[in-house]
């Protein structure tokens, strides 16, 4: 049970300030949500054959220096890390699957946040406000972003249960609810090699859709498909490297509220995280119908 | 007139006033401003004030009203005047779910559109909204009116008790033991007084009147066939 | 086989009965295929279950010194509600009695509560449908729900509650809403519920204006608004997931949370719901006790337990595995004439066995509560039959039962060392049986295991 927020900016000028824009939005929703938070952002894509892989060493003190040396050590290219406390962004020409493989021997206490050419991904337990200042969430900059503050319902208060929840490359998906079938799911997925690190209901839903993805189903008629297998009440916010959707069951119990404008689409699950932006009270104010698909391009 | 600008004031100081601190003059007057999505703002009050609230509420606006008059220029959250006892409330932008749940009398108007379960175990009051409103409306209501001068999503009026529904626009699919019935006199009379009340100008005649077809009443009583 | 032998033979009887289709399961199948609808009543789960009854005190001897039993002070208070209330409750003992409605008890029954548990110094609860003047009038505490259905909710007897209760769930039926059937329905709580008269009443299973944790946060806030952030907030879930809920609930910012085990009783609900549906009281204090910890929340947040509570032992017991108080109902009810075979009428005992045949059951089994039709007066809407419990008769009965069980509870708080009720702990108890010691965790007794745990 959770507070959710998204932004994607249509004018490219306010790309810079996306993180800035944001912040408020989170804080916003800490009542909703008080044990963690977490973001995926989306940048301008890194070239060519580079891969982005957001990484999280919790406690554990790492030097990312020595991690840096080993890893060109080890596998052939280039791999650069960007640091922020406990979290980093490690940026390489190798194979992600190479990358995970390595680092699961060679760094075990890592763990590989998302992967992909345009997110970048955060998520700690703690205040909204804390975890933004921790990851320095107000320098962000990039096109879109999906956010969310959780109070945890079933499962466990930790880094790994924070939301977004992420799978396959590019993709992400945070929610507001509860699913009440969420281990039929897993286990309908589980022996198609889709392997689940946590046992929380909200991973269930974001592998669901991804796997629908890469078996070629739009995100439309993943969600449609969602709508007969996913059952319980929800609020998905989802996002990709061009795209964000939005998607309530047909209960609709869990809030949403969207305020778009020429510069920007805002996402939340109440107004008071919408209050702030630039202009709101010009924008086109609406929730989101039930079993509506709402996506956004930038 | 008072006013309580909620950019530096809490929420919980503009209810105490409202509760504890009214002036004893006929039908005070308060102004709130940037309530950015506020919960609870004039929630319990028990007094004849006049309240203006400018921007976008959260949940439970007006909640539990007695006696007041409090209007939103702009949107609402959940819970609109829930539980409200008398008074009138409008909301001058759209309203979140649940509007009016279970209230109990007074007059909730919305003039832009309501979201779903608008009404739901309505208790007597009466709610007019200017748009449409969403599915599960009116679910179980168990008295007083609701005029709906758009349409209506699915399942209007599940449940109903002794509450009546009017509708101006398309209905997407009527709730278990609800039906249409003919407009009566009455009926068109109601109608016109609540749009009156309300300030929409529509013709009652348009309107379709929506009541229990009291078939859930006795739910049991197949209990009684033996074989 | 001579024909005398072989009719020896079949007249011996073959009365072997089905484990699985015994002459329970028989009727319920007939039943159900008489009828096509599933069986409602009153009261709670039937079936046994692990219990209070399952554990047993370590009495003071020469590692521990006990008190004596009469002289020596053994305190009851207890507070609830001191985490956010500026006026919290302050009780003389720790049993309460739990919400129960006015539709399905009578008025004169919730004012015999309100007086018994005003001269115990006690609370009463109000239950779905609102408030009463008798029980107002008469309960000098008096705990307001705020239940799904909302039934003649009013702000005006929240500002006159002492203390408010949101009510997610109940023991007997989680995940369910209320039932008043249509013969419970008389014209005061028709109008008290604003439903017609003699409807078959079913409230919602969630509530009007919210869904989930992070609404309810918003929900309490609006109480304590109206309250003015001066009345505790309670909040009752029927035991399910408890560890999670009891958390979500301190999470929303409940004062007091509510856990009713499966054992809890009902008006009226479906059979189904009572019996299968939920986990037994004693696992669920368990699991809250640890969700209360695991916030290090004990103290603040305060637990009552109910559910099945019937005696001192297990009010004591209770208190021991970590509830801060208890809340009674079916025992209340019982001590009211429920089920007895007599009620009081000008001082005489009048026979209601008659009765009770006539509603095809007999004192000791009847779970009649949703017909109305209550032999003894207690849960009835029937003017004729809510004569048979005469308010000060009903008042004088429940006074003793709390009183009863009071003196037990610091009979034996005493006999374990202990000046005040709320310091017989967990370690105080020991499990006869391997389920309750796995479900309460305390040690099998003579041993030091518990099942499920590893030993240091």
Redesign the interface.
Known sequence: MCGIVGLLLKNASLRPRLGELMVPMMIGMTERGPDSAGLAVFTEPVAGPLHKLSLYAGAAPTDWKQLQRDLCGAIDGEHTFKVTANHAVLTTSATPEAIETWLSSHAPELTVLCVGRAIDLYKDTGAPAEVAKRYEFAQLKGTHLVGHTRMATESAVTPAHAHPFTAGQDFCLVHNGSLSNPYMVRRKLEPLDIEFETDNDTEAACRYFEWRLREGDSLRAAVHRGFEELDGFYTFLMGTDRELALVRDAFACKPAIVAETDDYVAVASEFRSLAHLPRVHDAHLFEPKPQEVYSWHI | MREFDLASTSVRELNRYLHKDLPAVAAPKVVVTHPDGAHSIACGLDAPVDVEVHGHVGYYVAGMNKHARVAVNGNAGPGAAENMMSGFVRIRGFASTSAGASARGGCLVIEGDASLRCGISLKGADIVVGGSVGSFSAFMAQAGRMVICGGAGDALGDSLYEAVIYVRGEVKSLGADARFEPMSAEDKKAVAELLSLAGFKHDPAEFRRIASARQLYHWNAEANQEY | MSAAESNALSAHLSLEESAGFDRKVIDYVQRA?????YE?RGLGAKRKVPHFDDLVFLGASLSRYPLEGYREKCTTRTVLGSRYASKPVELEIPITVAGMSFGALSANVKEALGRAASELGTSTTTGDGGMTSEERGSSKTLVYQCLP??YG????D??RADAIEIVIGQGAKPGGGGML??QKVNPRVARM????EG??Q?S?C?H????????L???I??LR?????EKPIYVKVGAT?VF?DV??AV?AGADVVVVDGMQGGTAATQTVFIEHVGIPTLAALRQAVDALDDLNMRGQVQLIISGGIRTGADVAKALAMGADAVSIGQGVLMALGCNSDTYVQNGQHVSAVADYSALGTAPGFCHHCHTGRCPVGVTTQDPMLEQRLQPAIGARRVRNYLKTMNMELTTIARACGKQDVHHLEREDLVALSVEAAAMARVPLAGTQWIPGMERN
């Open positions: 295929a008489a009828t096509g609808l409602i259905s909302r909710f009013d702000p005006d929240v500002r059937l249509g519920r604003t439903l017609p409807v078959d079913r919602a969630r009007p204006d919210w869904t989930g944790p992070d609404d946060a918003i929900k806030r609006e608004e109206i309250t003015d952030w997931r999670n958390k979500l999470h």
